[in-house]
């Protein structure tokens, strides 16, 4: 039975078999999302973000990929619905805007024409009432003159116009949940700066439920309600974006933090990014996968090599950490060593 959320996620797992052994790319992820309110997604590139989108679009070929939990969209279960099912809300209840737009639009098609058949794929309309619809969109998403422009090719688009282009395909059918997989990679930050403003706008227009997928913290601030944390495939810590940038509880978002450039003040020091690299989904570090990249697992008396830390509930609320860290030294920590370096 579904909650009363618009979008929750019950202990979605996705794997992938290979030659070279199982790779657990999504392991036992669980949230939820109301209409009107937008969840940031954040971890470092393979900690099994676009991967969980795909798999909520049901994007991913079950002869190459093992899906299992629950998605509930809107009292509706999709892991086991059948793929006609999940075929007919995908583009129309609910919808993405790809990383590329350059790779994701067809390139021998016009722009208008592929937002032409995302339209009457879902409504039964003639193509005259399907393009004038697709120049509104156009025009809504601010690409200028809008009626001359839908006749263009995604390569005479630059790549701020080709990213509104996939923003008007996306919600040309009004949907209820729009998912962005790194809407402003690649593009200056000006632009960045517009489409994010864009999709805030669109969002309150449609009351749509949205899921950002970013590597960008800025981003995240910017525009979420809540934050989910992901690394080695799971969440590690997950609750409202004023909590979750105010009083983080895990030594990875430690790190994420401390690796964002600071633009309120002169900072003449190096970035500090997090030492190591992410880790081999086939080949997970034993207990918690971040404990060979963290500072402080001396702290967790062994815990963290051996034994594989739950999500807990944190100081409080909708707060939940994956921590071996007692919770008052989480605090501790945050508050005397971490915290004042970061505002250093």
Request: with cysteine.
């Amino acid at each position: 039975m579904a909650s009363d959320a618009f979008l929750e996620v019950r202990d979605l797992r996705i794997s992938f078999p290979t030659d070279d052994g199982l790779v657990r790319s999504v392991d036992g992820l669980t949230f939820t999302l109301e209409r009107g309110k937008t969840l940031g997604i954040v971890g470092e590139s393979g900690s099994g973000k676009s991967v969980t989108s795909l798999g909520i679009l049901g994007l991913h070929n079950r002869r190459n990929a093992e899906v299992s939990g629950e998605i509930w969209l809107d009292g509706q279960e999709l892991v086991g619905a059948s793929p006609d099912t999940v075929r007919g809300l995908r583009g129309n209840k609910m919808a993405m805007i790809f990383q590329d737009p350059l790779s994701s639009m067809h390139p021998y098609y016009t722009v208008g024409a592929q937002i032409v058949e995302a339209y009457r794929v879902h409504n039964r309309v003639s193509k005259q009432v399907a393009r004038k619809h697709a120049i509104d969109m156009l025009g809504r998403v601010g690409i200028p003159q809008p009626d001359r422009r839908v006749d263009d090719y995604p390569h005479q688009f630059s790549g701020g116009m080709r990213q509104r282009a996939m923003i008007a395909m996306a919600l040309v059918n009004d949907p209820e949940l729009l998912i962005a997989d790194e809407p402003t990679t690649a593009l200056d930050v000006t632009v960045q700066a517009q489409i994010l403003d864009l999709m805030h706008s669109l969002q309150e227009e449609f009351d749509s439920a949205l899921i950002i997928i970013t590597h960008d913290l800025g981003v995240v601030a910017e525009l979420s309600d809540d934050v989910l944390v992901m690394y080695g495939g799971k969440c590690v810590e997950y609750g409202p974006a004023t909590t979750i940038f105010e009083q983080p509880e895990h030594p990875y978002t430690w790190g994420l933090l401390g690796s964002m450039p600071r633009m309120d003040r002169p900072n003449l020091d190096r970035l500090s990014p997090i030492p190591g690299l992410p880790p081999s989904m086939i080949n997970l570090p034993s207990g918690c996968a971040f404990h060979p990249r963290c500072a402080y697992e001396p702290r967790t008396g062994g815990l963290a090599t051996t034994l594989t830390p739950e999500l807990v509930p944190a100081a409080g609320g909708r707060h939940l950490v994956r921590c071996h860290l007692p919770a008052q030294e989480r605090r501790r920590i945050w508050t005397d060593e971490v915290k004042p370096e970061l505002e250093a």
